[in-house]
């Protein structure tokens, strides 16, 4: 994924997102957090609509597409952080180090979130792909797990855990 997004704005802005202790504890900035977000959500939602798209295509149960859906989900969103990162020259065994470090809460409290909202919202664990249903409460939950996560990666950020990490490599 190209991070280029991440560097747009002032010098100061991205020194700032490149180092949080620039703007003393919790100076992450939200357009930092929101963007770490993004990226996040955008792997999770590969990894997810593809896991729905198989199960219903295998004829499989729930649990076991949200399974692969989850599984998928994280796949996708550390390959993105991973492939930055070894684009940017960092060897592999460091690069998963970074991926796992930077997206495991992201990625975690982004599933919980949408997929718990998929499972409360009636009839859309039993919608079918072509349902409007299905696609309203996965997108609905997507929406919400992207505001919910937002503050946990700008807390993350500034801190210097999370998303921070992929910056101290590129």
């Known amino acids: 994924m190209d991070h280029t997004t991440h560097h747009e704005g002032s010098t100061h802005e991205h020194h ?13 900035t939200w357009k930092a957090a929101a963007q770490a977000t993004l990226h996040c959500l955008t792997g999770c939602a590969i990894g997810e609509i593809l896991g729905m798209v198989i199960g219903t295509a295998l004829l499989w149960g729930n649990v076991q597409t949200m399974v692969l859906a989850i599984t998928l989900a994280f796949v996708f969103g550390y390959a993105f952080t991973l492939f930055a990162v070894r684009r ?3 060897g592999f065994r460091s690069a998963v180090k970074v991926a796992l470090a930077a997206d495991t809460v992201s990625i975690a409290v982004m599933e919980l979130v949408d997929n718990g909202i998929i499972a409360l919202v009636p009839g859309a664990m039993d ?13 609905g939950g997507f929406a ?4 919910v996560t937002t503050p946990v990666n700008k807390w993350m950020i500034g801190r210097g855990k999370g998303h921070a990490v992929v910056h101290a490599h590129h």
């Open 127 to 139: 919608a079918h792909l072509s349902d409007g249903l299905f696609w309203a409460a996965l997108l």
């Open 88 to 90: 940017a020259g960092l």
């Open 16 to 28: 700032a997102h490149q180092n949080p202790a620039a703007k003393g504890v919790g100076g992450a």
């Open 144 to 147: 919400v797990a992207f505001l």
